[in-house]
C-alpha cells in the first residue's frame, strides 16, 4: 500500500485540472496522475519541462496546419529540383504559414526570445539556432546548417522573416549566404 502525501496546490491550478478532466470524462485524481506520469516520462530524456511541453505544443500546431514529418534528405533534394514555378509557390505558402504560425506562437507565448528559438528549432530541426544578447532586448540571432543549399537557405530566411514580423519581433538586420541566416532582432 502506497503512502498518502499531500500537496498543496493553487486554487486556480486545481479548477483548471477539474475542468479539464471533466471535458476528458475522467476523475480528477486519475487525470493527475495521468499528466504527472507523462510529464516524468518526458523528463526521463529531456530535463526542462518547460520546454518539453512547449515543443509539444508548438509541433501540435505545426501538425495541425499541414506540417509533415519527411526524411530531411528527401525533401531538400526535393525542393533542389523544383521548378522555379513550383519553387516560388513553395516560398508563397511557407511566408503564409510561418506568418500565421507566428500568430499564433505570439498570441500563446508572448514575444519573447525562447518563443523564436523553440518555433525555430521546431520549424528547422537540423539548423543550429543560436540567440546571443546583443544589449537592451537586441539580439543576434544565427541559424546554420551545412545540409542547405541556395534554395533551402532562402526558405529559411523567408520563414525566419515571417516568423519574426507576426511575433512582433522587430528585423535589425536580416542576410544569408549559403546554409547561414545572420540577423540582429529587437523584442519590444
Do not use: H
Request: with cysteine; net charge neutral; aromatic share 6%.
Amino acid at each position: 500500500m502506497s503512502a498518502r502525501r499531500f500537496i498543496p496546490i493553487s486554487e486556480s491550478v486545481i479548477a483548471l485540472a477539474i475542468k479539464i478532466a471533466e471535458r476528458e470524462g475522467m476523475p480528477l485524481r486519475e487525470f493527475i496522475e495521468r499528466v504527472l506520469n507523462e510529464v516524468l516520462k518526458s523528463m526521463q530524456y529531456r530535463s526542462n519541462i518547460t520546454e518539453v511541453l512547449a515543443l509539444s505544443d508548438l509541433m501540435d500546431d505545426l501538425r495541425r496546419m499541414g506540417g509533415a514529418l519527411l526524411p530531411s534528405d528527401v525533401v531538400y533534394r526535393l525542393i533542389d529540383s523544383m521548378s522555379e514555378e513550383l519553387y516560388d509557390e513553395l516560398l508563397n505558402t511557407m511566408r503564409r504559414s510561418a506568418s500565421w504560425y507566428g500568430m499564433l506562437v505570439r498570441v500563446k507565448r508572448g514575444t519573447t526570445v525562447e518563443a523564436l528559438k523553440l518555433v525555430l528549432s521546431i520549424w528547422f530541426p537540423d539548423t543550429n539556432v543560436s540567440i546571443t544578447g546583443e544589449g537592451s532586448k537586441v539580439f543576434r540571432v544565427v541559424i546554420s546548417s551545412p545540409k542547405y543549399s541556395e534554395r533551402l537557405t532562402k526558405i529559411l530566411e523567408v520563414v525566419v522573416r515571417e516568423l519574426c514580423e507576426s511575433m512582433g519581433i522587430k528585423i535589425k538586420e536580416l542576410g544569408s549566404e549559403v546554409g547561414v541566416i545572420k540577423a540582429i532582432i529587437e523584442v519590444v
